[in-house]
């Protein structure tokens, strides 16, 4: 079982740990710019579209649920329809983006409170970067079907080329052409579609033979698109959860000013990077669940749930020994600005308890995305939502930066505890 998981995982933690290190290569530009604005900036601009996207995540789990299941099945016609149904859906979605991109972020721009400054220098990293809006959908859809299909090296070699590329681009626009933020923004924009374009030439010549399996009068019948949405909209509801507590945790930060605002967003990004390395088992989870549901195969499946957590438990006490003993170089490695880094310092306890109380949550969402258990997902994230909205109005909020720090471990903990409770009183959701 365990070479079935790091099969899976290690592609994908590989794809992944790309996803912050663009965040992390547009920061750690920006962190070496003129001004410690650029900072806060990027990291604004970033939440926004995190804000868009992460509620469009429902075309990469559901999709990867619901192939995974027909894949198990060995439903062919289903595998390849889920492919078209979620392309389709996802270069409208992006569309739609780029055509509303202007009341987008004048919705956005009233929650920035971090001076006009710092807001104009945002507006100029959004209306650049909103325009790779469906490639980026586009790329949500195919690492679902991907992982659904059992295969993770695709979507690695294309986080990789996207990766080389946004380092590339923005390297040359900012130091080459001296565009500061506007490089960043074009840099990433044009990673992002060449990632795609080469993406949907790769999917052509590695599935090209299946695509006769598809049918247009199926693929987008009412009883399919119901099907389709009905599964999705207990993700989006959770999604729109989690865009919430994550954006109002940076909209907090930039209420304290432009140091705290730069500290917090040097320190989310060790969150990420944890995230989206537990993602990589979450991943395995979503591809395997489904396919031993879909395949009827209890066994295998509660062999998977105990491995993973075995994996989760170790890797969290891996993240939380690194961040401990070398939090300064980590944090120099994003900024060489010094007051920064010493600020940051001073709240290196949150970032060290991070992957202890999170990790469970991330190997839940890949077990219940697998099993499409939607509506105990969603429930578990509303409780978690309840807890940190709670905890920061109740009294955190009186805690100053501590005291959102706090809200979000606790917001954390009850994510991944609600998740186990729900597993170990419903356990027929989760089998066939």
């Known amino acids: 079982m365990n070479k079935q998981i790091l099969r899976l995982a290690i592609p994908n933690i590989i794809s992944n740990i790309t996803v912050p290190l663009l965040g992390l290569i547009d920061i750690a530009i920006a962190g ?10 990027i990291a604004l601009g970033s939440t926004i579209f995190s804000m868009i996207y992460w509620n469009f995540s429902f075309l990469r789990m559901g999709t ?4 995974a299941q027909a894949y198990g099945a060995r439903n062919f016609s289903e595998m390849m329809e889920n492919l078209v149904r979620s392309i389709t859906i996802a270069g409208g979605a992006g569309i739609i983006i780029i055509l509303l991109q202007k009341p987008i972020f004048m919705v956005a721009h009233h929650f920035i409170a971090s001076g006009a400054e710092s807001a104009l220098y945002v507006g100029k990293y959004f209306y650049i970067t909103v325009w790779s809006a ?42 080459g052409f001296n565009m500061q933020i506007e490089g960043i923004a074009l840099g990433t924009m044009l990673s992002q579609w060449i ?26 019948t009412k009883d399919k698109i119901r099907a389709f949405f009905n599964v999705n909209r207990d993700i989006f509801i959770r999604t729109l959860l989690l ?21 917090n967003s040097l320190l989310m990004q060790f969150f990420l990077l944890f995230s989206y390395f537990m993602d990589g088992f979450a991943y395995a989870g979503e591809a395997l669940t489904g396919r031993f549901i879909g395949a009827r195969n209890n066994i295998q499946l ?20 690194i961040y401990g003993l070398f939090m300064p170089q980590l944090l120099g490695i994003l900024t060489n600005k010094q007051d920064i880094i010493t600020a940051a310092y ?7 308890l991070i992957p ?37 109005y109740g009294a955190a909020s009186q805690l100053g930066n501590n005291g959102l720090w706090l809200s979000f471990i606790l917001y954390l903990l009850f994510r991944g505890g609600m998740q186990t409770i729900i597993y170990f009183r419903r356990r027929a959701l989760f089998s066939t």
């Open 243 to 263: 865009v919430a507590v994550t954006t109002f945790f940076t909209f907090a930060s930039s209420k304290m000013g432009n140091t705290l605002l730069a500290v």
């Open 32 to 41: 070496h710019l003129s001004s410690s604005l650029y900072i806060g900036a």
């Open 134 to 175: 469906p490639a980026m959908l586009g790329m949500y859809a195919y690492n679902g079907w991907l992982t659904g299909m059992q295969n993770a090296r695709t979507p690695m070699i294309i986080a990789i080329l996207n990766n080389v590329l946004n380092i590339i681009l923005s390297f040359a626009f900012v130091f």
């Open 356 to 392: 202890f109380v999170s990790f469970a949550s991330f190997v839940w969402d890949g077990i219940y995305i697998g099993a499409m258990a939607s509506t105990a997902m969603r429930n578990s994230m509303i409780v978690a939502a309840m807890v940190f909205f709670g905890t920061y």
């Open 195 to 220: 990632s795609f374009i080469t993406m949907t030439i790769l999917v052509k010549r590695f599935y090209g033979k299946q695509f006769r399996h598809i049918n247009l009068s199926t693929t987008f």
């Open 346 to 352: 001073d709240y290196r306890l949150w970032t060290i």
């Open 64 to 67: 990867s649920g619901f192939t």
């Open 302 to 321: 509660k062999k998977l749930i105990v491995n993973l957590f075995f994996w989760g438990i170790g890797i969290a006490a891996l993240y939380a020994i």
